[in-house]
């Protein structure tokens, strides 16, 4: 299993502002998704984080509102920018064991809970 | 357009009985069907899975069963402990698309001693 830490756990933020969730994975994974889980909805895929490239995004999200970075197998991040309140959502990074074919056996970390005034 | 759909967002069950929560999809590409449990305060944690070429895959005191005709798949818990308490995501991917998992509602399971 893998072990993932993300940071801040929880945040308010004011409308305009940007803000950047850090996640850490304790070992080498081969994919690394970023998940949002807003207020009473289930969890929708915004984007893969690409080890050295970009990130690739689902449909309605846009590289501008959620730039992603992940400069190396373990480590990602995630910014939500220009943040309104219908961006108050928990933010979750998730990972695949390495190996094998890709069945959906993800890791999650504990999320981020963002508020937005 | 709600791919999965989990229709009941709360169930209660007595400890020691069965719980069974269910879940509909509608995308007949789906390869791989999961079922994710969530804590208040936690991420999901990986529960059970089943492929598609499968109708039964048991870990446990927990069962999936998958039904590809009327595209329904139910969890069953047995016996039901106070532990089992969270949220139950239904979850679905393609081969080979596993991190691209398109998620149920969650339905709440409390279970009473």
């Known amino acids: 299993s893998a072990v993932i830490s993300q940071k801040p756990s929880r945040d308010i933020c004011q409308r305009g502002t940007s803000l950047t969730i850090q996640c850490q994975v304790d070992?080498?994974?081969?994919?690394m998704f970023w998940y949002r889980q807003q207020p009473g909805q289930s969890l929708t895929l915004i984007a893969t984080a690409n080890q050295g490239s970009e990130a690739t995004y689902e449909s309605g999200f846009v590289i501008d509102k959620f730039p992603i970075s992940r400069p190396n197998l373990t480590f990602s991040t995630l910014t939500v920018s220009n943040m309104s309140p219908e961006d108050s959502s928990i933010y979750l990074c998730?990972?695949?064991?390495?190996?094998?074919?890709?069945?959906?056996?993800?890791?999650f970390g504990e999320g981020s809970r963002l508020t937005v005034l | 357009d709600q791919q999965v759909k989990q229709n009941s967002p709360s169930l209660s069950v007595q400890e020691g009985r069965i719980s069974i929560l269910n879940c509909d999809y509608t995308n007949s590409m789906f390869d791989y069907f999961l079922w994710y449990k969530k804590y208040p305060a936690e991420g999901p944690t990986f529960l059970i899975s089943i492929s598609s070429i499968k109708d039964k895959n048991e870990d446990g005191r927990f069962t999936v069963f998958l039904n590809k005709s009327a595209k329904h798949l139910s969890l069953h818990i047995v016996p039901s402990q106070p532990g089992d308490s969270a949220v139950y995501f239904c979850a679905a991917s393609r081969y080979n698309q596993g991190g691209k998992l398109i998620f149920g509602q969650g339905t709440e399971l409390s279970v009473k001693p």
């Open positions: 998730s990972a695949e064991r390495a190996g094998g074919p890709s069945t959906g056996e993800l890791f």
């Open positions: 070992s080498q994974v081969t994919m």
